[in-house]
């Protein structure tokens, strides 16, 4: 072989090694910039099938099934049925990313189960030391006291790391919630994911994906707490205790509250996006590393559906929320239509009762406290239930089969309503 030819091959192959074994990108490129984003992995994950781990989009189409949108820039994302764990369609859906907030459906899952939501925590300066500048915040206050009702409402509708950090506290501290959140993900088989900051705030090392991010909130899903919680548009929010400086009350405290609302803008239809129908939460992120993340999951017609897209490069106003619809448009249109290229993993241990039966050789988890998960109504003063969903159906983790049971209704009825308590 001719020495140049020779030394062309392995060029080559030193190229092709350096790509499959290379530590994953990070999603540090600039909106439009497609020559600079980085490239996924060639080998990722096969848990919830080997097609899974395919770099680029996977997708198979029966006849009259629709095509997949051409307007979709996400790195990675996922159309999965929440019910079966069928994944639909998938994009790069094990490529380890930083999830920024919406890693805080892991939080909530782990930690959301242990306390009750009456307790009340009188706030310490070190309950909130840590906290990365720049975070989103619900403006809790040093010496104010919280219920773990609002101490929630702060976490999925203002994404406040303030709360994120109280609520730690209470779990005995970052470390140790950071530990169990670990723990918690490869429970659900979410190998993707490496915990570093509760929060989802940047953090060297945190990573997660489309699939996992789908599996912690197929999980969470399953807490009624949970659900109420991330369908919620509005609520009333606890503010500053101040001195009465006049009249007959004067010299005597008062406590008022200000409003909140979520920041998921398919709930809310806030800053021009609009509203999706049947939408029902999830959860959304942004930080200048992780680009725009968002998990959705809605009902139409019965089936209900979970969507994640993770860091699209579009320039395209709200860009993560348009691809979001779009795919849950596709999703609906192609269900029945399109074989699955993979599933949603049952925890692992768990009696799958025919639903997310878990990839070969590994099962699905979840510890019996957390099967039990909050069975509480989750109520709660004026809080207004957006863009619900009437006759959804989830599957249900309890007495440590994850199964399917149609007893439990995503939250709400499609339109505003506030409820009282």
């Not at 994944?87 to 890693?103: C, D, E, F, G, Y």
């Not at 915040?137 to 994120?164: C, P, Q, R, T």
């Not at 999830?282 to 930080?287: A, H, I, L």
């Not at 909050?374 to 004026?382: A, E, L, Y």
Request: hydrophobic share 35%; proline share 5%; glycine share 14%.
């Amino acid at each position: 072989m001719p020495a140049v030819k020779k030394t062309a091959m392995l060029v080559a192959s030193a190229a092709l090694l350096t790509m499959s074994t290379a530590a994953p990108a990070l999603a540090d490129g600039k909106p439009g910039d497609d020559n600079d984003q980085p490239k996924p992995p060639s080998q990722m994950s096969t848990v919830g099938g080997a097609q899974l781990g395919v770099a680029g989009t996977q997708v198979k189409l029966k006849p009259g099934a629709p095509v997949l949108p051409k307007e979709l820039t996400g790195r990675s994302w996922i159309v999965s049925d929440a019910e079966s764990g069928e994944v639909l369609a998938s994009h790069n859906a094990h490529w380890r990313l930083p999830p920024a907030s919406t890693l805080k459906m892991l939080f909530a899952d782990t930690v959301l189960p242990k306390f009750p939501k009456t307790q009340q925590r009188k706030v310490a300066l070190s309950d909130l030391a840590g906290i990365g500048a720049g975070s989103s915040l619900v403006g809790i206050k040093e010496n104010e006291s919280y219920s773990v009702h609002d101490l929630w409402l702060g976490v999925f509708l203002k994404s406040g790391n303030d709360a994120v950090h109280v609520l730690s506290a209470m779990n005995g501290g970052v470390p140790q919630t950071v530990k169990d959140m670990q723990k918690h993900a490869e429970d659900l088989q979410a190998l993707d994911t490496s915990v570093v900051s509760p929060d989802g705030y940047d953090a060297k090392g945190q990573v997660s994906s489309a699939y996992d991010l789908s599996l912690f909130a197929r999980s969470g899903l399953q807490k009624k707490d949970f659900r109420e919680y991330c369908s919620t548009a509005t609520a009333k929010f606890p503010g500053e205790t101040k001195e009465i400086k006049k009249g007959k009350d004067k010299g005597e405290t008062k406590r008022e509250s200000f409003e909140i609302q979520n920041t998921n803008k398919l709930l809310t239809g806030a800053e021009g996006v609009t509203p999706y129908k049947g939408i029902a939460g999830v959860k959304n992120g942004y930080t200048s590393n992780a680009g725009n993340t968002f998990t959705g999951v809605a009902e139409r017609d019965g089936k209900v559906l979970l969507v994640t897209v993770m860091n699209p490069s579009s320039a395209e106003s709200h860009a993560v929320y348009k691809e979001t619809a779009r795919l849950f448009d596709w999703g609906f249109a192609a269900a029945g239509k399109v074989d699955p290229v993979g599933e949603l993993v049952a925890p692992k241990g768990a009696a799958t009762g025919g639903a997310g039966k878990g990839a070969p050789g590994s099962g699905g988890g979840g510890t019996d406290a957390e099967n039990a998960a909050h069975s509480s109504d989750g109520g709660g003063n004026g809080m207004g239930i957006a863009l619900g969903i009437t006759g959804g159906v989830l599957a249900l983790l309890a007495a440590g089969a994850f199964v399917i049971r149609r007893k439990l209704p995503l939250p709400g009825q499609a339109g505003r309503r506030d409820r009282q308590s």
